[in-house]
């Protein structure tokens, strides 16, 4: 009886231990498991991500492009015409349905440029259309002027722009210059425009292509410079214009996906769109992945960077727990 005993304590003991190695052995297939359903789930996710990152900027590469073809239409209607009226930009506009076509954009409009010796006379000669009190701004003496002339639709916030001189202004200028130089459509860089009110402040930007005058050639930097006389231009705001290209774009709405837009190079001074503006990323419940794309357009830079916010607890739940199942 003492030796049955012995043994049955001993049968006892290496079943227990037996079922602790099976247990034991159980946790580490089922952590493995589940290391690779979420490797898994990552890498899908992550792919998924990439996939909407390069849909959206392809839209907004077509996009821009797309307005850089509407701009170039307007140049070449002023290239078939020894003088646009105003009432013939308005009629062209309108017929273009440009809203409808390019949700987003402010308007469409022509700047001038106008010689100092001839400043008088053109503001005489605006004023006498049935604007007395048109003027360029901002003030100052200098040796060139420019004056938005033309802007459709001409009401509203467009109103502010009327006679304003975009070359006054350093960033505006610097992309005048360069679309004047190269003969082609150039985004500016980050600017507050003129358009703006104390509400719904947004941050903007402008794309200028430039108009050479009739019977002169344009073949090189020297010929452009003599015969440019303004630019067919487009303003916007970052917010109604990313909004126009998005629209369509659910998950750019939704919380889990970020799109910040800047200019040339990612710093806050450079910033002309963040989705989530009003909304702070809580870093103690998420981990976060990130894609920075570039958008070249003739030379000018954006930077869209793109931040998808994940909780683990989701992952855990959605797939891991079929492991334990």
């Known amino acids: 009886a003492i030796f049955e005993n012995g043994n049955d304590s001993g049968t006892a003991r290496k079943k227990k231990w037996k079922a602790f190695v099976i247990l034991i052995l159980g946790f580490v297939l089922t952590a493995a498991a589940v290391f690779y359903v979420q490797r898994d789930s990552d890498n899908n996710t992550k792919q998924e991500f990439a996939s909407v990152c390069d849909e959206i900027k392809l839209k907004i590469s077509d996009r821009l492009h797309a307005h850089a073809l509407l ?46 010796n001839q400043l008088k006379e053109h503001i005489q000669s605006i004023r006498k259309e049935g604007f007395p009190n048109y003027t360029i701004y901002p003030a100052g003496d200098r040796e060139v002027y420019t004056s938005i002339i033309y802007l459709e ?9 009327f006679g304003y001189d975009m070359y006054s202004e350093k960033v505006r200028r610097k992309a005048m210059e360069q679309s004047r130089d190269a003969d082609v459509a150039v985004l500016s860089g980050k600017v507050l425009l003129v358009q703006e009110t104390k509400e719904d402040i947004q941050t903007g930007t402008l794309m200028y292509v430039p108009v050479y005058r009739n019977g002169m050639p344009a073949n090189t930097v020297a010929q452009r410079r003599a015969a440019i006389i303004g630019w067919v231009y487009s303003p916007y705001r970052m917010s109604d214009l990313m909004k126009g290209i998005l629209e369509r774009l659910s998950l750019i709405e939704k919380e889990k996906n970020h799109l910040q837009v800047y200019d040339d190079s990612i710093s806050v001074a450079s910033l002309l769109y963040d989705s989530q503006r009003n909304r702070s990323l809580k870093n103690n419940s998420s981990h976060y992945q990130t894609i920075s794309l570039p958008v070249d357009f003739n030379g000018i830079k954006w930077v869209l960077v793109f931040t998808q916010e994940q909780s683990k607890t989701f992952y855990f739940l959605g797939n891991a727990i079929i492991v334990f199942a």
């Open 153 to 161: 639709p001409f009401s509203g916030r467009n109103l502010k722009a």
């Open 71 to 116: 701009l170039r239409s307007g140049a070449a209607f002023f290239k078939a015409s020894n003088n646009v009226s105003r009432e013939e930009w308005k009629v062209y506009n309108e017929t273009a349905k440009i809203e409808n076509n390019l949700p987003g954009i402010q308007g469409v409009g022509f700047s001038l440029i106008v010689p100092k």
